[in-house]
């Protein structure tokens, strides 16, 4: 992938760094389409085959991109039919790894549907609303941009939280892009 640092997912997603310096940096869900579009072009009969599953993310390097730069998605079949991914860039005469993981296509049974009125129900510890994560993002020096505003509210637990995400409106031009 060749991205120039104007694609929406980078405009939107800026991390202020401790000198007040902004960075662009690829997000995390961009890794994952990479990973998941990279499969399915090398294994197309993974498209139908009903849903991938990707283990083992790391994102071990952030991605800043600041001018024109080349990401290189590797493919590796392993033993047991996964294919181990890295996404690099080449800097000087090395290639800088940015984060690995393993694909496959999903075999047997749907995972099953969580009871979502019996989640709320643990749910006690309180709430918050799309301008206090943001606002909290913000202070910790993530700007989101309107196409990475996708959380509606949160409801907290001791040991676990609930999000209602929507397709924020600075998304909706690009959902038929990703998957």
């Known amino acids: 992938s060749a991205f120039s640092g104007q694609e929406f997912f980078l405009d939107d997603h800026r991390v202020r760094l401790g000198d007040g310096a902004v960075q662009r940096l690829v997000p995390g869900v961009a890794y994952l ?8 072009l090398a294994v197309p009969e993974w498209d139908d085959a009903g ?29 047991r039919g996964d294919l181990g991914i890295a996404i690099t860039t080449a800097v000087a005469d090395a290639d800088v790894v940015h984060g690995t993981g393993r694909v496959r296509a999903m ?19 309180g709430s918050l609303t799309s301008e206090d994560v943001y606002a909290r993002y913000g202070r910790l020096g993530v700007d989101y941009g309107p196409s990475f505003q996708s959380i509606d509210h ?26």
């Open 33 to 40: 389409e990479m990973m998941r579009a990279a499969a399915v």
């Open 51 to 79: 849903g991938l599953e990707l283990h083992d993310i790391t994102w071990s390097r952030p991605l800043a991109v600041s001018s024109p730069t080349t990401v290189t998605v590797a493919l590796s079949p392993d033993e």
């Open 107 to 125: 075999t047997g049974a749907a995972p099953a549907r969580l009871d979502l009125e019996r989640i709320r129900e643990r749910l006690q510890q």
């Open 154 to 179: 949160v409801q907290l637990g001791a040991e676990e939280v609930l999000a209602q995400l929507n397709l924020s409106s600075g998304a909706e031009h690009a959902a038929d892009e990703f998957w």
